[in-house]
């Protein structure tokens, strides 16, 4: 998908503009949801520590990691497929599909397969991608990308859904309008179970990836995943390299978080663990399993201020909980990753002057950090990136300028006062008889939607000074 | 107890009121309060747009200027978090440095909680005719745990009765500079807060944080409310006859 990160405050000024997103994102229930799920578990900040130190280990010895999940995924008669981009991981995928003569291909939802644009590659090549995750079909059907990492079609009413089923569906013979929910997911079923059947590669994503076994984890909570890998000839894994833990009871301590932080769910409802192809005496199964790792950039991140990003399990409590993403939804930041999580990463991958507003259009509140079950330090780490966008003359030459103004005064406390004294002496003389302005020269940020109160008029250290009682210079 | 009390620039710009609300309930705990002439501000606007040689400079002459007192108390959870939690992230390379940001820090508090859980106090002495709201302001939340502490005292207010915010732990949409680089997505952020603050019913929203109370203040001004904002150090220490946040002076 081509990026728009560096249109965001375009976007952002449409969302906020769009009535129907509005009322779409307006009821998102996730984290009363998480709240519950963790005041009943008791252990969840203490499985918190030792989700974030089972990731910081994979993090510190990864190239082990990586080589012992090779060696026994090849042992169980799978293969790996290590691509450094995009454009690599797309040629392996098709490849494999080509291998197999594979003219349809179904798919779970997988986030790397929107980073690498997977189905419009394929299609492109004739091959028909076919989602079967409800949400990412809904997306597909209406040709837009997704707006959540695990609910990616948050974003719609189930008016817009109806309308789009109607739509899309009158090909098969539906010409009935839907109102329920559950309605729709049976005709979306009825259709999908169809595509299951026919489709010749199952394409996945992975929620780990299990050195010990070779095996790959998925969660889902309607069960396509599970028809999506067994139903094929051929089983794609779509992974990136910090998806690695090192043992099953590893991966069963992460899962124990990632539903809880996600959904609120105990577990999702579909817990499924792939080993390899499938065995001569095993009744169903993929003919062979590949397991495609992507690093677009990611291990570049190892040793740098930005590697504890690297220990996202992708739950999107970040997003469930940022006061950004609830009012401007995932769109506005132009790319696949949006909310907190994605305003870190997606400036390493795509690079900070794409995506350089991202790290920026956040205030900061640290609500974030405090649901994330890996203990990532995400406002630090967007800090960082306001670094590195400032160290590269990235931020706005007017801003600066006010910034370099700002800090010239406040390292001289003297002409500091001074100035401060005089400033609001005038500002507070103007705005004694209102209390407040309603405009103010280089202040529009601030008034356009607010007064701006206005000041007492002396200033405390000029009160304190008078009061004569301080501690001098 | 010798406090050195670092005012805030918002509060020595805006309302010096809370400074000297501050200052008497300091007192009445009996400290001894200085007010070192040689600040100006934390340096957070310099730390948080990405500038750290400035944010540094800044955090220099605030360690210096406050290392010879007891504790070092702000008005503010923003102000004091950034002493308290970002000093010592500022001078990670600079070990010499780090290690003096690590004692200021240890001995630096936000006002309230200081109050509370060093001082011992558990009661004021303050009338407030009113119902108000409160809201809790990310940094002195997240950052240094200040929650309970302002509604310990707030339940002493002769005459107050004090209605929960529902979604008080969501950020108001301040953000520093994040509200003037991005005003639209700030400004409905406040505006989901003031309705907020409006549904409980209350005539006042009380906060421990000027940057919030000012954005707040605002945007329920430009709305024509007659909801009277406050900093709850005001209220706490017997000055909520004074002009509200934004009310005519005169």
């Known amino acids: ?473 | 107890m010798k406090i050195g009390f670092f005012v805030t620039c918002l509060v020595d710009l805006f309302r010096p009121t809370v400074g000297f609300a501050a200052v008497k309930l300091l007192e009445e705990a009996g400290c001894t309060v200085e007010v070192p002439r040689a600040q100006t501000c934390c340096g957070q606007p310099a730390y948080n747009s990405g500038d750290k040689a400035d944010a540094k400079d800044i955090a220099r002459a605030v360690i210096s200027a406050f290392e010879p007192y007891d504790y070092v108390v702000a008005p503010s959870g923003s102000c004091a978090g950034m002493i308290k939690v970002h000093y010592a992230e500022l001078f990670a390379d600079e070990p010499a440095w780090a290690q003096r940001a690590r004692a200021l820090a240890r001995r630096t508090y936000e006002l309230i909680s200081f109050l509370v859980d060093i001082c011992g106090v558990d009661a004021v002495d303050a009338r407030y005719n009113g119902t108000a709201t409160y809201h809790d302001s990310c940094s002195g939340l997240r950052e240094l745990g200040v929650k309970a502490q302002p509604r310990k005292l707030l339940a002493s207010v002769e005459g107050l009765t004090l209605k929960e915010l529902p979604g008080t732990e969501v950020c108001c949409g301040f953000g520093g500079t994040f509200c003037i680089k991005y005003p639209e997505i700030s400004t409905r952020m406040v505006d989901d807060k003031i309705k907020d603050v409006a549904n409980t019913g209350a005539d006042t929203l009380l906060a421990g944080d000027l940057g919030c109370l000012l954005n707040m203040a605002g945007r329920l001004a430009r709305e024509g409310s007659p909801i009277k904002v406050r900093h709850v150090a005001e209220v706490l220490a017997d000055m909520g006859r004074v002009p509200a946040i934004g009310e005519p002076l005169a």
Request: hydrophobic content about 40%; some cysteine.
């Open chain 1, 1 to 473: 998908m081509q990026p728009t990160c560096h249109a965001f405050k375009e976007n952002a000024h449409a969302a906020l503009n769009d009535a129907t997103l509005q009322r779409a994102i307006s009821k998102l229930g996730f984290q009363a949801a998480r709240a519950a799920a963790v005041a009943r578990l008791p252990e969840f900040e203490a499985l918190r520590d030792r989700g974030r130190d089972i990731k910081n280990h994979v993090l510190e010895n990864l190239d082990f990691y990586l080589e012992r999940f090779e060696a026994k995924v090849r042992e169980r008669g799978g293969e790996v497929h290590w691509c450094r981009t995009p454009a690599e991981a797309r040629e392996a995928v098709l490849a494999i599909c080509r291998g197999v003569g594979a003219r349809t291909v179904t798919k779970g939802k997988s986030m790397i397969g929107e980073e690498i644009a997977i189905n419009d590659y394929l299609a492109a090549n004739g091959i028909t991608p076919i989602e079967t995750d409800f949400g990412e079909y809904i997306i597909q059907l209406r040709h837009e990308p997704p707006s959540h990492i695990i609910a990616p079609a948050i974003h719609l009413t189930k008016d817009q859904v109806s309308d789009t089923f109607l739509e899309s569906h009158r090909q098969y013979g539906k010409t009935r309008r839907l109102a329920e929910p559950g309605e729709m997911l049976a005709e979306a079923r009825e259709i999908l179970r169809e595509k299951f059947i026919a489709a010749d590669v199952g394409i996945t994503g992975a929620n780990f990836l299990v050195a010990e076994t070779g095996s790959s984890f998925i969660v889902t909570n309607e069960g396509n995943g599970d028809l999506t890998q067994t139903l094929t000839k051929a089983h794609i894994v779509l992974a990136t390299p910090e998806k690695l833990v090192p043992t099953l009871e590893d991966a069963t301590t992460l899962l124990r978080l990632l539903a809880r932080s996600a959904t609120g769910q105990e577990m999702s409802v579909y817990t499924t663990m792939s080993t390899g192809p499938r065995r001569p005496d095993d009744l169903d199964g993929p003919a062979a399993y590949h397991v495609v790792i992507l690093d677009n950039g990611r291990t570049a991140l190892l040793g740098t201020e930005f590697q504890d990003i690297l220990r996202c399990i992708k739950c999107a409590a970040c997003l469930n909980h940022c006061p950004v993403y609830n009012t401007i939804g995932g769109h506005a930041y132009g790319w696949v990753y949006p909310g907190p999580m994605g305003s870190v990463l997606t400036p390493a991958i795509l690079g900070v002057e794409e995506a350089g507003d991202l790290p920026n259009a956040t205030t900061l509140c640290g609500r974030c950090e405090s649901v994330c079950p890996m203990r990532i330090p995400l406002p630090k780490m967007l800090r960082h990136w306001r670094e590195r966008e400032y160290e590269k003359g990235l931020s706005p030459p007017r801003y600066r300028a006010g910034l370099r103004v700002w800090a010239w005064f406040a390292k001289r406390p003297g002409l500091y006062h001074l100035a401060a004294r005089f400033g609001m002496s005038v500002l507070g003389a103007l705005g004694r008889r209102k209390g407040r302005f309603h405009r103010l020269p280089f202040a529009g940020g601030w008034t356009s939607g607010r007064d701006m109160p206005a000041p007492e008029g002396p200033t405390f250290h000029a009160l304190w000074a008078a009061r004569g009682d301080g501690a001098g210079a």
